[in-house]
């Protein structure tokens, strides 16, 4: 059996509320031991002045596998998670087909094995084809393995369609995971709705547009018991109207993307497709209150939203090209960078909605080093500085807008399983 000894290192896991310098010690491929010492029976890794804490987990990736493998597969997708420091990944079911059967999901899940990179949990359709009709089979779904369910790249709009998706994943006790866009007031939307819009005579996605959708989905919620995540948060009424749920003791998360809490619509005024994502960049004011929610819980993960597209594809005007951009490897320098450096979050807090957070909402036995856990680990340099360049990004695509930034941060060692799967 293969023994690896971490020492030395700032051992972070937030599900433990552990963080002190200490050596952690790994046999096979389950953490064996807290505050072991060498036997000279074991590999070594000197985690001297570096973090480490439970493998990383994104709960928001499209890896495009299968149907548009000209943008990502899951063997790049995957390999850019580990140079992100991800041991675990969510994907999103909107490929061609969408992953809507059994044979679907287990297509991903061999794939996956097959590239050996990280973990790949698959998210599967809430709706057949996530055409927003007739409910997919959920529990065959639930029965080859999907961890959660979303139409994600649209909302399930349908409200009766909505309530009873609720209702049926409340009895395997998994989330419903919902993109908040109320769709009539989104037309030929390609930026937020505001004065920056207004000044560029850019067609405008009101902030109304999610509020309004996330209002419905947490009353559907709080009718039914349903479990609800709203993804990719963007807006102040939506921080306000998730806060307000949870008070109410409502069944509902939410998370927020790296470039929601970074880049405002001001970055329009390039005309640079790799700003247009959906939902957009807002303005200053909603990115301090999802900072704020961050802060105080109301937001509960940090996810990418990994969306690649071929450079031909993205690279076009601002009408034309797709929304969204990667951000697997980006994810933890710009979390140091813009929210831990200047103070907004401590380690442990930004740690814990990259591990335990998503992998609870998600009911999958990852995210912490309790001793008899999964062996998925990462070690983070948290005072490296590095220049992002997308030509050396290991995703098959390059769509970022952050090329060029020195951010501080970057994960030295990635440990799957107890296997030793990417080292910088």
Known sequence: MSRILIQNGRVIDPSQQIDRVMNLLIEGDKIAAHGAHSTGQEMVIDAGGKIVSPGL?????HLREPGREE???IRTGTAA??????TSIACIPNTEPPIDTQAAVEFVRDQ???ADNCNVFVIACVSKNREGKELAEIAQLYAAGAVAFTDDGAPVYDAELMRRAFEYCLMFDKPVLNHAEILELTKQGVMHEGLVSLQLGLGGIPAAAEDVMVSRDIALAEATGGRLHIMHVSTAGSVEALRRAKKRNVRVTAEVTPHHLTLTD???RSFDSNYKMNPPLRS???IQAC???LADGTLDVIATDHAPHAQEKKMQELDLAPFGIIGLETCLGLVVTKLIEPGHLDWPTALAKMTINPAKILGISKGTLDVGADADVTIIDPDVRWTVDPAKFHSKSTNTPFGGWVLRGQ????IVGGRVKFTR
Do not use: K, P, Y
């Open 57 to 61: 987990i994104d709960m928001h990736v």
């Open 71 to 73: 943008d990502e597969t």
């Open 81 to 86: 998670a580990l140079a992100g420091g991800f």
């Open 112 to 114: 996956a094995n097959r």
């Open 266 to 268: 001001e970055c329009l």
């Open 284 to 286: 200053q004011d909603h």
């Open 291 to 293: 900072i704020s929610a």
């Open 411 to 414: 994960a030295t060692t990635v």
